[in-house]
């Protein structure tokens, strides 16, 4: 089992930053591809950005590239997001989530990750 605790979130005007995290215990860390995804109010939820397990590798939503970071320090257990000049249609539920694989592997459905947390509500005002 591998339990994920997302933090970070909150209101910020458009324009502005936020940085979440994704805090992992129970199993090796570094085993885990991982990836965060959001869900908006009467949406499906959606992929956003992707990392692999020795942070490498990184892949991003088209709507979000240029704007958000994804990085990870292994040593810590943790996963990072890093959202810059947000908009309002970023507002969301985050979830981050972990999927045992092989390194540099992708992976963009919700459906393959076997691990998620409880989420962290980002909302960004006009």
Same mark, same amino acid.
């Given at each position: 089992?591998? !339990?994920?605790?997302?933090?970070?979130?909150?209101?910020?005007?458009?324009?502005?930053?936020?940085?979440?995290?994704?805090?992992? /215990?129970?199993?090796?860390?570094?085993?885990?591809?991982?990836?965060?995804?959001?869900?908006?109010?009467?949406?499906?939820?959606?992929?956003?950005?992707?990392?692999?397990?020795?942070?490498?590798?990184?892949?991003?939503?088209?709507?979000?590239?240029?704007?958000?970071?994804?990085?990870?320090?292994?040593?810590?257990?943790?996963?990072?997001? !890093?959202?810059?000049?947000?908009?309002?249609?970023?507002?969301?539920?985050?979830?981050?989530?972990?999927?045992?694989?092989?390194?540099?592997?992708?992976?963009? /459905?919700?459906?393959?990750?076997?691990?998620?947390? !409880?989420?962290? !509500?980002?909302?960004?005002?006009?």
């Amino acid at each position: 089992q591998v !339990q994920l605790v997302e933090s970070g979130g909150g209101l910020v005007q458009a324009g502005g930053s936020l940085r979440l995290s994704c805090a992992a /215990s129970g199993r090796t860390f570094s085993n885990y591809n991982m990836g965060w995804f959001r869900q908006a109010p009467g949406k499906e939820r959606e992929f956003v950005a992707g990392i692999s397990r020795s942070g490498g590798n990184t892949y991003y939503t088209d709507s979000v590239k240029g704007r958000f970071t994804i990085s990870r320090d292994n040593a810590k257990n943790t996963m990072y997001l !890093q959202m810059n000049s947000l908009k309002p249609e970023d507002t969301a539920l985050y979830y981050c989530a972990a999927v045992r694989s092989l390194d540099y592997s992708r992976h963009y /459905s919700a459906r393959e990750y076997d691990y998620w947390g !409880q989420g962290t !509500q980002v909302t960004v005002s006009s």
